[in-house]
């Protein structure tokens, strides 16, 4: 899975991600332009980052 979020929604991204996944995810900073363009799953905010499979 992959879970785009804001900075505000990080730790709610990777526990979301634990509980489904049962493994860690890799965190990655989400650069521009696809920054520009994703917004935060949890919120309005731009997405900092990306929560995916490793
Ligand atoms: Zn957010």
Redesign the pocket.
């Known amino acids: 899975m992959k879970i785009y979020?804001?900075e505000?929604?990080v730790e709610l991204a990777l526990d979301v991600f634990v509980d489904e996944e049962e493994t860690f995810p890799e965190l990655r900073t989400v650069d521009n332009p696809e920054r520009l363009s994703t917004n935060?799953?949890?919120?309005r905010?731009q997405a900092a980052y990306l929560v995916e499979n490793v």
């Open positions: 979020c804001c505000e929604h935060c799953e949890y919120c905010n």
